[in-house]
C-alpha cells in the first residue's frame, strides 16, 4: 500500500511538471497575469525544478523518508495557502498543471488537500530503520 502511494505522488508531481515543463510559454503567461514583478520565469523554472526533485526523491531508495515528506507537505500547504488566494481574487485556474489542464483553486485545494493526506500518511506510517 505504501507503495502503491508512493508511486502514486511520484506518477502526479511527474506529470505535473512535465506539462508545465512542455506548455512552458503559456504556464509562463498565466503567471504573469498574477503580476509577480518579473519573478514569473525563475518561479516556474524552480517549481518545476523542485517537482522534478521530488519524483527524484521519492524514486531512490533511502532508509528514512521522514524529511522527504515533510518538505513535500509543507510544499503541499504552501500551494494549498497560494490556491486560497486564487480562490479569493476570483482566479479560474490555479495553474498545477500548467494551462492544459485547467483546474479552479477549490478543485486545486481539494487536490493538494487529498495529496497532504497521501503524504501525512505515509510519514507516519515511515517508521523504523528502512521504512519508505
Known amino acids: 500500500m505504501k507503495t502503491l502511494l508512493r508511486y502514486t505522488l511520484v506518477v ?4 505535473s ?8 510559454s503559456s504556464t509562463l503567461t498565466f503567471l504573469r497575469t498574477l503580476n509577480l514583478q518579473g519573478w ?3 518561479l516556474l523554472a524552480i517549481l518545476i525544478c523542485v517537482e522534478y526533485l521530488v519524483v527524484i526523491l521519492l524514486v531512490l531508495p533511502m532508509n528514512s523518508r521522514f ?5 513535500i507537505s509543507v510544499m503541499l500547504i504552501g500551494l494549498m495557502i497560494f490556491s ?4 479569493y481574487h476570483h482566479g479560474e485556474n490555479c495553474g498545477c498543471f500548467g494551462t492544459i489542464v485547467v483546474l479552479s483553486p477549490a478543485e486545486s485545494i481539494i487536490k493538494n488537500a487529498i495529496l ?5 500518511w505515509l510519514r507516519k ?6 521504512a519508505t
Open 12 to 15: 502526479i508531481f511527474c506529470i
Open 125 to 130: 506510517s515511515g517508521k523504523g530503520r528502512y
Open 116 to 120: 497532504l493526506i497521501m503524504v501525512e
Open 67 to 71: 524529511y522527504v515528506y515533510t518538505s
Open 17 to 24: 511538471a512535465t506539462i508545465k515543463w512542455i506548455d512552458f
Open 84 to 87: 486560497a488566494i486564487l480562490m
Open 40 to 42: 514569473e520565469y525563475p
